[in-house]
């Protein structure tokens, strides 16, 4: 009983260092703990089992002690929560992607991803970029400060447009994205 209590408690902290991993990295993405997650979902089958037992032998009288049955749907829940606050936390940290990089992944955040997360961002990226395609020009264009002088740049639609140092442009974001983070213009805060 206390070698069961104590391994269903370590997985119970395993799952909670999933939870931790991901706030203690804030900036990057870990890579996906494929192993401690199938250890949470193996140890909660696993529970889910004895439990089903236990109560197969207290219906049938073999059994009166009913403790354990609450104390593993306690542990049970407990991995779950913990898996679901991973699980999202990596979503969220995914989509906050698609608005900081577009539609292309850096290299070492897509290698930290799982098979499934990137099926998830691409469908994400797509699902936003046809919802986009919908709303009108207007509605997805920004005003940009430029601080830098950089000279001609070209639309995805073909317009030429000179930026210079201090002048404001309204411009579709994806075609700004890379001057962007280059540091050559700045969503205008008007």
């Not at 407990?78 to 991973?86: E, K, P, S, T, V």
């Not at 000279?151 to 309204?170: A, I, Y």
Request: hydrophobic share 40%; proline share 3%.
């Amino acid at each position: 009983m206390s070698a069961n209590s104590e391994e269903s408690g370590g997985v119970a902290d395993k799952a909670l260092q999933l939870v931790l991993e991901m706030k203690r990295n804030p900036d990057i993405m870990p890579p996906y703990n494929s192993d401690l997650v199938r250890q949470c979902l193996n140890k909660i089958d696993e529970l889910y089992r004895l439990n089903a037992q236990e109560l197969i032998d207290i219906r049938a009288g073999r059994q009166e002690d009913h403790s354990l049955l609450q104390a593993r749907i306690v542990a049970m829940y407990h991995i779950r929560r913990c898996l679901c606050a991973y699980i999202g936390s990596r979503k969220d940290r995914i989509k906050s992607y698609r608005w900081k990089f577009g539609g292309v992944l850096p290299l070492a955040i897509k290698n930290a991803l799982c098979d499934a997360e990137i099926e998830f961002f691409n469908e994400y990226s797509s699902t936003l970029a046809n919802f986009q395609a919908n709303l009108g020009e207007s509605a997805y264009l920004f005003r940009f400060e430029h601080w830098k002088n950089y000279g001609e740049f070209e639309t995805s639609d073909g317009t030429l447009v000179v930026l210079m140092k201090d002048s404001l442009h309204s411009l579709p974001r994806q075609d700004c994205e890379m001057l962007i983070r280059q540091g050559v213009l700045e969503v205008a805060n008007s």
